[in-house]
């Protein structure tokens, strides 16, 4: 993969976002640096000591207030699964499963093996073997602990295809291979 240099790992402060770190959140998802900042500005989110609260960009969210912006970029994606993905993101990036980079190389390599027609899955065949796609991430696993942590993903039986989410909710268990 081409390289992308982010200069944080995480957000500094669990539960608060500043204005890097939104940029980096952007850029690791594959959207324009400064997509969320000019909301919270005209939405006058209070800037506190630590930065912007998660919950109130979690209400913008569900506000749909980037709703406009993320239908413009250039994400193929639907609007409501770009914001899954956003909270996901977060959600791994908050509890230091994950840090920006990571994201990025997660989003990235899985963008080369999606399935054209939805753009949110790729099918589970030999040919888009999931191996493949952590090593396009830069990441590794043993493959019986691949496989526990798709069938805790989904219970039941195996699925046929995983989505983004679900690809960002496996690349903790691995390791990097840097």
Known sequence: LPAMHF???YPATPGYLLWDELSCLARALGFH?????AKLKS???????FGYSSEEFERLLSRHVYDVELQRSPSP?????????????LSLLFRRKLTFKDIWQGRTAFG??????????FYLTENTDL?????????IAA????MQEIQAIHPGKPP?????????????????ID
């Open 33 to 37: 640096g400064d997509i969320f900042n």
């Open 131 to 139: 191996l493949k796609v952590l090593r396009a991430a830069n990441k």
């Open 43 to 49: 939405h006058r989110l209070i800037y506190g000591q």
């Open 160 to 176: 046929s295809c995983i989505t983004l989410i679900e690809f960002l909710q496996i690349l903790p268990i691995c390791e990097r």
């Open 7 to 9: 200069h944080l790992s």
């Open 77 to 89: 994606r639907s609007v409501a699964f770009n914001v899954k993905v956003i909270r996901m993101a």
């Open 143 to 146: 493959p019986a602990r691949l």
């Open 112 to 121: 080369l093996f999606e399935n054209q027609e939805d753009h949110e899955s």
